[in-house]
C-alpha cells in the first residue's frame, strides 16, 4: 500500500466552512441574528466536525508511518462511515470494531454497507465486551487478531481532535456572541470554546442522555486538559433536548426540524443537528440572549 498522500490536497476541504444568515421567526421577534455555520459542506465525505477531528489523527498516523486505523461505533455510527471514507481517500486500512455481536449474521445496514464498500473490516463484538473496549487485554485481543494498528476513540474525540477543533473557534471570531454545537463525545465542543475569542460563549447541546451532572461535563473538562494544559474558554451544557438518548426522536422534535426544513429548504439531519437547532430556539424563546446579539448553529452532517 502506498504511503498517504497529503490530506489537504487530497480532500481539497472547503475551509473556512461557510457562514449563512437564515431570518428566523422565534430568534427576529426577539431580535436575535441567527446563522449557520455550514461544516456539513466541508467535504461530501467527511463532513462537519467529522473532518476537523480526523484531520489531526490522520495526519499523526501518516508522520509516524502507521497505515492502519482502528476505531469504534455502532451500527449506524457516522463516525465509521467518514474512518471508513478516509481510508480509501488517503490510503490507510480501516478496521471498525461494531457494537452488538448479533449483527454479524444479520445484512448490513446501509451505514455499514458504505464503511464495507470502503474498504472497511468490519469486527462484532458483544455490548459486554464492547463496553470494555478500552482495556488492555480487549486490545491485545485486537492486535492479535488484526495486527498493528492506530486506535482513533469512538466519535473520534481525543486530544488531537479537540486540537483540530479549535480551528472552528477561530473561523467564528467576532461572528456571533453565543455558538452552539451538538455534542456526542464532547470533542468538538472542547475544540470550539478553546478557539473561540473573548467575549463569546459556546453552548454545547448532549444528543445521549447522561443524567445529572451530565458526563459529557467532565469528558469536556478532561479533553481540554489533555488538548491544552486546562480549561479553556467559556462554555457550558443544555441536556434538556436529548429527547431519550441517541437518535430517539419524538413528535415535537420531528414537527420542530419539519418545520425549520420548510422555512429554509435547509435538510435537518435528525440525531444530532435537530437536537441543536431545537434546544437553541427555546433558548431564544426563553429569552436566554439578549436583544441585538447574534448567535450561531454549527451544523455537522447532512440527512
Excluded at 500500500?1 to 449563512?20: E, F, G, K, Y
Excluded at 437564515?22 to 427576529?28: C, Q
Excluded at 457494537?99 to 464503511?115: D, I, K, M, T, V
Amino acid at each position: 500500500m502506498n504511503a498517504p498522500v497529503d490530506l489537504a490536497d487530497a480532500l481539497r476541504p472547503r475551509l473556512p466552512s461557510p457562514l449563512q444568515e437564515v431570518e428566523d421567526g422565534p430568534f427576529a421577534r426577539r431580535g436575535v441574528r441567527l446563522l449557520l455555520k455550514r461544516d456539513d459542506l466541508i467535504h461530501p465525505d467527511l463532513p462537519g466536525n467529522k473532518w476537523r477531528k480526523l484531520e489531526p489523527n490522520l495526519r499523526a498516523a501518516a508522520a509516524a508511518g502507521e497505515r492502519a486505523l482502528l476505531t469504534f461505533g455502532g451500527a449506524y455510527s457516522n463516525h465509521l462511515r467518514a474512518t471508513a471514507a478516509a481510508g480509501r481517500l488517503l490510503g490507510f486500512t480501516t478496521i471498525g470494531v461494531v457494537r452488538g455481536e448479533e449483527l454479524a449474521a444479520a445484512p448490513l445496514n446501509p451505514s455499514l454497507a458504505r464503511c464495507a464498500a470502503d474498504g472497511m473490516r468490519l469486527h462484532f463484538i458483544d455490548r459486554a465486551r464492547y463496553r470494555r473496549k478500552t482495556d488492555p487485554e480487549v486490545l491485545a485481543a485486537l492486535h492479535e487478531r488484526f495486527g498493528a494498528f492506530r486506535v482513533i476513540p469512538e466519535g473520534g474525540s481525543n486530544s488531537l481532535a479537540a486540537q483540530g477543533c479549535t480551528e472552528l473557534g477561530r473561523e467564528l471570531r467576532g461572528a456571533a456572541d453565543s455558538v452552539a454545537v451538538a455534542c456526542g463525545t464532547g470533542g468538538t465542543l472542547a475544540g470550539l470554546a478553546a478557539g473561540l475569542g473573548p467575549g463569546q460563549q459556546a453552548i454545547g447541546f448532549p444528543v445521549l442522555k447522561g443524567g445529572r451532572p451530565h458526563f459529557l461535563q467532565e469528558t469536556v473538562e478532561r479533553l481540554q486538559c489533555a488538548a491544552f494544559g486546562g480549561r479553556r474558554g467559556s462554555w457550558r451544557l443544555d441536556d434538556r433536548f436529548h429527547c431519550g438518548g441517541y437518535a430517539r426522536r419524538t413528535p415535537e422534535l420531528d414537527a420542530f426540524a419539519d418545520a425549520f426544513e420548510q422555512r429554509h429548504g435547509l435538510p435537518v439531519e435528525r440525531s444530532y443537528v435537530a437536537k441543536l437547532l431545537f434546544g437553541l430556539t427555546t433558548l431564544a424563546e426563553e429569552g436566554a440572549f439578549a436583544r441585538g446579539s447574534t448567535v450561531a448553529a454549527v451544523i455537522t452532517g447532512t440527512p
